[in-house]
């Protein structure tokens, strides 16, 4: 029987939004490349003891944190990738120049990231653009997104990969409807479509784009005007509303009005101008985890548009992974008709409406789950820390807290996120990224079937629901626990933070409020009423600096990252009555 590859599986990858937890991302992105080289080097090594069906990552889709990931995947592949690994004796807060996802998320600019973010060199015009001064993102952009040298072909990346951001577009797509009317002959129905994407194609060019014309940017690191597009792309995506800078994104109208996800609108409704601006915000606002997208990519690469069988395991021919820091849960709701109350309620249920997507969750409620997969973060804490204590999802992320903010805080925060990232990878691929072992598909049949009973063995899964072999095989001996950072507050591999670490914000807090404060009532021309507002600044400059200062730590201290553990109960997750498995 020939172990040779008939077809490659494809992977799409789907990237959510996570604010500083894109450190959590970025370092299960670093292992996934790290395991799919190390299995192509065994390919040539040990044939004979190697699966040698192909893996193939096909395209990438992703919305804030995960938009600028995907871009920095896009850069990253133009050049050798050194895993960033933890050994024991290492500098925790050493920087890691050599690898752009690291350098990117953990060292950014700073390793105290909230004092820069509080600087007031920024409001020096007429107005103020953001409550935080977002200097970093320009600085870590620019070296981010940046000359990449040259493609280097890889068996397990596509070599025409797509990659896009969703973009959160304030003015947004105009289109009219028509309505007749008895007082007037046609009546126009004007609505907005705010829902944009910034969309690449790699290892393209633009003589190749004009045969296609099919919307997808082509992004060569060597021509100017494509990377600049894809830098103001990465900035707006990540543009968090209000707290960060809203970002203009400049592109031809052809990439616009040729994309097919467009079409619906342009065809009637053309941008007609040369070059289109658009003032963007948080791709993840209206599309956090843009599944349905990335599913419709991979069913054009696989062929499979009947549902049934991209979600069987014997027929399935491409997945989508997605990597999601913040994996949602159900909370109790609290339906009081308090104004602030029923405010937040509000504008949760708009934003969840927003991000609903009824066709694609139909088919994954309605399926056996081989089409869609999920890294999210699990760990334990020490039990130095609190014994016997099992966290999920953004509990189990030190950038979780603070709405994602928590890691500008302090590096090591970012530091635990992203080895601890690379740690969840290794063990959801080594045991959840899995089919049946007794599968029918001729892609992973064939290649497990080539080797003798006690490899094969090697390559399963040891977990209680055991779904069999491995995707991805992992080459690595299974160990009881990977090597993770120690911290200093802790002692442990748990990152801790002081209460005079956070109260050593006041000056800024105060001095960045104050300023913003300010620019307001000059903006505004509030003259006649200078002494009222002066008077106001000094009391809301120290109250608002006292409430920013206590929210942080109480939030800090409820999830085990200042000393002494949460103050209140430690209840189970709320559950409903009604049945919500899938």
């Known amino acids: 029987m020939s172990n040779e590859p008939k077809q490659p599986f494809e992977i799409g990858l789907c990237l959510a939004g996570a604010v500083s937890a894109g450190a959590y991302s970025a370092g299960v992105m670093d292992y996934l490349l790290e395991a799919l080289e190390i299995w192509e080097q065994e390919k040539v090594r040990d044939p004979a003891n190697t699966p040698m069906h192909q893996v193939r990552i096909c395209d990438i889709g992703g919305a804030s944190a995960g938009g600028i990931i995907g871009l920095l995947t896009a850069t990253a592949l133009h050049g050798r990738i050194e895993p960033a690994k933890w050994k024991e004796g290492d500098d925790v807060m050493a920087q890691r120049p050599n690898n752009l996802f690291y350098h990117t998320w953990v060292d950014l600019t700073h390793p105290d990231m909230f004092q820069q973010m509080l600087l007031t ?101 060597t021509v100017p005007r494509q990377v600049t597009i894809a830098r103001q792309v990465a900035m707006a995506t990540a543009a968090f509303p209000v707290g960060l800078k809203a970002r203009e994104v400049v592109r031809p109208k052809d990439y616009i009005n040729d994309h097919p996800w467009f079409r619906w609108i342009t065809e009637r409704n053309p941008v007609i101008v040369d070059e289109y601006k658009s003032m963007n915000v948080d791709g993840g606002l209206i599309n956090n985890e843009p599944f349905e997208r990335v599913r419709e990519l991979i069913c054009d690469r696989t062929g499979q548009q009947d549902a049934f069988e991209r979600q069987s395991y014997d027929t399935f021919k491409g997945t989508i992974l997605m990597i999601d820091p913040f994996p949602t849960t159900i909370e109790e709701f609290k339906g009081k008709d308090a104004l602030l109350r029923t405010m937040g309620n509000t504008l949760g249920a708009m934003i969840g409406q927003l991000r609903t997507k009824p066709k694609t969750l139909d088919e994954a409620m309605g399926s056996a789950g081989a089409g869609q997969f999920l890294i999210s973060p699990s760990r334990d804490l020490p039990t130095s820390i609190a014994p016997g204590v099992d966290l999920k999802g953004s509990d189990a992320i030190a950038c979780g807290q603070l709405g994602g903010f928590s890691g500008f805080l302090h590096k090591e925060f970012r530091v635990h996120d992203y080895f601890l990232g690379r740690y969840n990878c290794e063990k959801f691929l080594r045991d959840s990224f899995t089919v049946p072992a007794n599968t029918k598909n001729p892609i992973f049949r064939d290649s497990y079937a080539a080797l003798t009973p006690g490899r094969q063995e090697f390559f399963r899964s040891v977990e209680e629901n055991d779904l069999g072999f491995q995707i991805i095989p992992i080459f690595k001996p299974r160990t009881e626990r990977e090597l993770q950072p120690v911290f200093a507050n802790s002692g442990c591999n748990w990152p801790m933070r002081r209460t005079e670490d956070i109260d050593r914000f006041d000056a800024p807090l105060r001095e960045r ?53 949460p103050t209140k109960k430690v209840t189970k997750p709320y559950t409903p009555q009604q049945d919500l498995s899938v």
């Open 513 to 565: 409020t104050n300023a913003i404060l300010t620019d307001l009532v000059n903006t505004d021309g509030w003259l006649n009423r200078l002494l009222f507002w002066a008077g106001k600044l000094v009391y809301l400059n120290r109250k608002g600096s006292r409430f920013v200062r206590e929210t942080i730590k109480n939030d800090l201290q409820e999830h085990w990252l200042l000393p002494g553990g």
């Open 121 to 221: 060199n920024d409001i020096t015009e007429s107005y103020t653009k953001s409550l935080l001064n977002t200097a970093f993102i320009d600085r870590t952009a620019e070296r981010a997104l940046s000359g990449a040298g040259s493609w280097v072909p890889r068996p397990y990346i596509a070599n025409d990969m797509r990659v896009f951001s969703t973009l959160t577009n304030l003015e947004g797509f105009y289109y009219s409807v028509t309505f007749n009317s008895r007082t007037r002959a046609m009546e126009p129905y004007h609505v907005q479509v705010h829902n944009d994407y910034g969309c690449f194609r790699l290892n393209s060019t633009l003589a190749a784009y004009a045969e296609r014309r099919d919307g997808w940017i082509p992004l060569d690191f």
